[in-house]
């Protein structure tokens, strides 16, 4: 298993969702920009769950008994609000079972453009022992996710850890993984540029914008 996933590598439909999400002309239709975003993190759950323990359970049907095979352990789904909660609709469609956990992480900026990660609110289960996947649509300087992470530890240490984004810039997967060097990233693309101000070149804007509305505060 490759620790760094970029599903655009190759040309499937995420490529294709990937293109729109990027698509100025497209851009003004916020319900196909979460639907685009709900898609890529469908396929990456679904490429997780290759991925993960299961056991055999015997499945009576109408006709007889047949030996099925099942998650051992449902995982926890995890996001970061706002703009993750489109991509974490998409796994949780998928990981119908799973735990569910949410933080609010967000950016607050000084007058000298540089700026601080706050985290306001934390609400999870029980971590210890499990598999936690992660999503955040915009991996750029990986420090919100990183530090994000770190709340989710000191509630139990995780077993496994999956990253889903729609887009990562190669800063921000380095930064991850010298944080958490056995963190898996799952992208829809990758991007090498990031701003003065960490936003990812050629990018896609602010996803959570995009999908939810422009926001007053920075």
Same mark, same amino acid.
């Given at each position: 298993?490759?620790?760094?996933?970029?599903?655009?590598?190759?040309?499937?439909?995420?490529?294709?969702?990937?293109? +729109?999400?990027?698509d100025?002309?497209?851009?003004? #239709?916020?319900?196909?920009?979460?639907?685009?975003?709900?898609?890529?993190?469908?396929?990456?759950?679904? +490429? =997780?769950?290759?991925?993960?323990?299961?056991?055999?359970?015997?499945?009576?049907?109408?006709?007889?008994?047949?030996? !099925?095979?099942?998650?051992?352990?449902?995982?926890?789904?995890?996001?970061?609000?706002?703009?993750?909660?489109?991509?974490?609709?998409?796994?949780?469609?998928?990981? #119908?079972?799973?735990?569910?956990?949410?933080?609010?992480?967000?950016?607050?900026?000084?007058?000298?453009?540089?700026?601080?990660?706050?985290?306001?609110?934390?609400? !999870?289960?029980e971590?210890?022992?499990?598999?936690?996947?992660?999503?955040?649509p915009?991996?750029?300087?990986?420090?919100?996710?990183?530090?994000?992470?770190?709340?989710?530890?000191? @509630?139990? +240490?995780?077993? +496994?850890?999956?990253?889903?984004?729609?887009?990562? !810039?190669?800063?921000?997967? @380095?930064?991850?993984?010298?944080?958490?060097?056995?963190?898996?990233?799952? !992208?829809?693309? =990758? #991007? #090498?540029?990031?701003?003065?101000?960490?936003?990812?070149?050629?990018?896609?804007?602010?996803?959570?914008?995009?999908?939810?509305?422009?926001?007053?505060?920075?």
């Amino acid at each position: 298993m490759q620790q760094v996933n970029n599903l655009s590598t190759e040309h499937s439909l995420i490529s294709n969702w990937v293109s +729109e999400l990027r698509d100025v002309e497209v851009q003004p #239709d916020r319900m196909r920009s979460r639907r685009n975003l709900e898609r890529i993190a469908e396929v990456i759950g679904y +490429e =997780i769950s290759k991925q993960l323990e299961w056991e055999t359970k015997d499945v009576n049907t109408p006709m007889g008994t047949s030996e !099925c095979k099942v998650l051992k352990q449902q995982p926890v789904l995890a996001t970061i609000l706002r703009a993750g909660l489109a991509m974490h609709n998409g796994l949780l469609n998928y990981f #119908d079972k799973a735990d569910n956990a949410f933080l609010s992480a967000y950016r607050k900026h000084n007058a000298d453009g540089s700026f601080e990660i706050n985290l306001e609110y934390m609400s !999870c289960p029980e971590l210890a022992g499990r598999v936690v996947i992660i999503s955040d649509p915009m991996l750029a300087t990986g420090a919100s996710l990183v530090k994000s992470i770190q709340y989710l530890k000191e @509630e139990g +240490e995780i077993k +496994e850890l999956h990253i889903v984004c729609g887009i990562a !810039c190669t800063v921000g997967i @380095e930064y991850v993984l010298r944080n958490e060097p056995k963190a898996i990233i799952w !992208c829809g693309d =990758i #991007d #090498d540029e990031l701003t003065a101000k960490g936003y990812i070149v050629p990018g896609l804007g602010d996803a959570g914008d995009l999908a939810y509305g422009v926001k007053l505060q920075n």
